[in-house]
């Protein structure tokens, strides 16, 4: 991959998705974590592999409470499940996307 088509990538990622790629894996790595986390039938050697791709415990919770709204405890001591903690609107940040406006040249030509 060039260097043009890695940054038009990058480009279209931030578009689509509002956060950049660095920032969606952050994202998803959090959300992941938390799901793993949450479910009991979930083998020690899977936990610990999660666990392995954060720095220490403080960054692992810091991110989830980031991503998710709450602590890896609280989505534990929740009675819901982990999915539906997770899908509660109040947990998402507000992304707004970034669309690019079209010049006025453009628009004057489109129209004549």
């Known amino acids: 991959m060039t260097s043009s088509q890695r940054?038009?990538?990058?480009?279209?990622?931030?578009r689509y998705y509002g956060l950049s790629p660095r920032e969606l894996k952050r994202k998803y790595r959090a959300l992941r974590a938390a799901t793993l986390l949450g479910m009991p039938e979930v083998s020690d050697g899977e936990i610990a592999a999660t666990v392995d791709l954060f720095c220490d415990q403080s960054h692992l919770i810091r991110e989830i409470r980031h991503f998710c709204g709450r602590?890896?405890?609280?989505?534990?001591?929740?009675?819901?499940?982990?999915?539906?903690?997770?899908?509660?609107?109040?947990?998402?940040?507000i992304i707004k996307p970034q669309i690019a406006v079209m010049p006025e040249t453009l628009i004057e030509n489109d129209s004549q």
């Open 7 to 14: 940054r038009q990538t990058q480009r279209l990622i931030e």
């Open 71 to 93: 602590t890896p405890k609280r989505l534990a001591g929740e009675d819901d499940t982990i999915l539906s903690a997770l899908l509660d609107v109040r947990n998402f940040r």
